[in-house]
């Protein structure tokens, strides 16, 4: 799940009223992975999560299925592991909201925000005029990567065997945007 105050109180309140009424085990998972939200300001809430579940949610699915063996607690630990190795950031033109209301933020037509949280909060900060492509997966690559920023640098890839990439445009690009969009980042990452 996502990470806020909450979520965690209400996930951890489920969980438990499950396992009581059913004597299931059960574990939580928190999946906290957005790097916009610096240390500094992300308090006792600790990150958020992002697209980040939506892979623990495969992962998941994929462990349970192929690895009926595991036990939950050992799947919820290989879980944990996966999420505590998660990096994401978030870019948008627009804020939601729902038919019929007012929006809830605004952006110009000529910026963008970077890191808006999965529901509709606002961004690390907003960026005029709109940049291109590269300059935006640069600075996308560069919140997720960069060791040296004490703020944002959460997870170090020098030594990793294996990375997954995950591009999730929740719906706002077509298939041949989208396509461009991986094309630009597996340029800058060198793949």
């Given at each position: 799940m996502g990470l806020s105050i909450g979520d965690v109180l209400h996930f951890g309140l489920a969980a438990k009223k499950f396992a009581s009424t059913t004597g299931l085990p059960v574990e939580v998972v928190i999946v906290g992975e957005d790097v916009s939200v610096p240390r500094s300001r992300s308090g006792k809430v600790g990150r958020r999560?992002?697209?980040?579940?939506?892979?623990?949610?495969?992962?998941?699915?994929?462990?349970?299925?192929?690895?009926?063996?595991?036990?939950?607690?050992?799947?919820?630990?290989y879980l944990r592991n996966v999420a505590s190795n998660l990096v994401t950031i978030g870019a948008t033109l627009d804020h939601v909201h729902v038919p019929g209301s007012e929006p809830s933020g605004s952006i110009d037509g000529d910026e963008l925000e970077l890191g808006m949280g999965i529901h509709n909060e606002p961004g690390c900060r907003k960026v005029k005029p709109l940049?291109?492509?590269?300059?935006?997966?640069?600075?996308?690559?560069?919140?997720?990567?960069?060791?040296?920023?004490?703020?944002?640098?959460?997870?170090?890839f020098s030594n990793a065997d294996e990375v997954v990439l995950l591009l999730n445009n929740l719906g706002g690009l077509s298939p041949l945007e989208l396509g461009g969009v991986l094309q630009e980042v597996n340029r800058q990452l060198g793949k």
């Open positions: 999560g992002l697209a980040g579940t939506v892979l623990i949610h495969k992962i998941a699915g994929a462990i349970t299925s192929t690895q009926s063996t595991r036990t939950v607690a050992q799947v919820a630990e940049p291109n492509l590269h300059s935006l997966v640069k600075e996308m690559l560069d919140q997720c990567l960069d060791m040296k920023d004490k703020e944002r640098g959460f997870v170090d």
